[in-house]
T-cell receptor
Framework: KAGVTQTPRYLIKTRGQQVTLSCSPISGHRSVSWYQQTPGQGLQFLFEYFSETQRNKGNFPGRFSGRQFSNSRSEMNVSTLELGDSALYLC??????????????FGPGTRLTVL | DQQVKQNSPSLSVQEGRISILNCDYTNSMFDYFLWYKKYPAEGPTFLISISSIKDKNEDGRFTVFLNKSAKHLSLHIVPSQPGDSAVYFCAASALEYGNKLVFGAGTILRVKS
């Protein structure tokens, strides 16, 4: 069974630009969650999508948004990039319901650098 | 407000001995706990989980213990191997909060051969 894949693996952008990251979950998983990892804040929850609907949201500004498609693939968008958005963005997939509903399996991440 | 705490930034253990990683939490709503292992520039790898209805779960060399009254959990690795050297994260979730995982800051484990 293929794992969680994320593209691209590395991105360099400049302040003010926008970026879209992509995540393909494990086959059969309907929930996709996004996390940001920075040295200062650790791993922080951004949001979760289940069956194309945002089911849960963390404490990030509205510049961070996402969506999920009917095949469970998900995209995350960050608009008007700031230097502080430089981070490793991780996507995690899980069943989202049933048992074990919340065992989340992570992709390799996208390293975003904002200059 | 850090709801999940891993108070030991690092731990060094001799190969073959037991590694014990600790985690404390403050939110009594948490009902599901997970441990992840992470190498630099990679995503976390799921190791083992435990539901709040249990006090122990075992999978091979990994055992997680949960003490709900103390709001404390620990991960035991026996025997420790050099390949276990990585950052270990404790994470917690609550059914009421959906799929959101709240992570601790991580503990760096070094297994010396």
């Amino acid at each position: 069974k293929a794992g969680v894949t994320q593209t691209p693996r590395y991105l360099i952008k400049t302040r003010g630009q926008q970026v879209t990251l992509s995540c393909s979950p494990i086959s059969g998983h309907r929930s996709v969650s996004w996390y940001q990892q920075t040295p200062g804040q650790g791993l922080q929850f951004l949001f979760e999508y289940f069956s194309e609907t945002q089911r849960n949201k963390g404490n990030f500004p509205g510049r961070f948004s996402g969506r999920q498609f009917s095949n469970s693939r998900s995209e995350m968008n960050v608009s008007t990039l700031e230097l502080g958005d430089s981070a490793l963005y991780l996507c995690a997939s899980s069943l989202g319901q049933g048992v074990p509903w919340n065992e989340q399996f992570f992709g390799p991440g996208t390293r975003l650098t904002v200059l | 407000d850090q709801q999940v705490k891993q108070n030991s930034p690092s731990l060094s253990v001799q190969e073959g001995r037991i590694s014990i990683l600790n985690c404390d939490y403050t939110n009594s709503m948490f009902d599901y706990f997970l441990w992840y292992k992470k190498y630099p520039a990679e995503g976390p790898t799921f190791l083992i989980s435990i539901s709040s209805i249990k006090d122990k779960n075992e999978d091979g060399r990994f055992t997680v213990f949960l003490n709900k009254s103390a709001k404390h959990l620990s991960l035991h690795i026996v025997p420790s191997q050099p390949g276990d050297s990585a950052v270990y994260f404790c994470a917690a979730s609550a059914l009421e909060y959906g799929n959101k995982l709240v992570f601790g800051a991580g503990t760096i484990l070094r297994v010396k051969s």
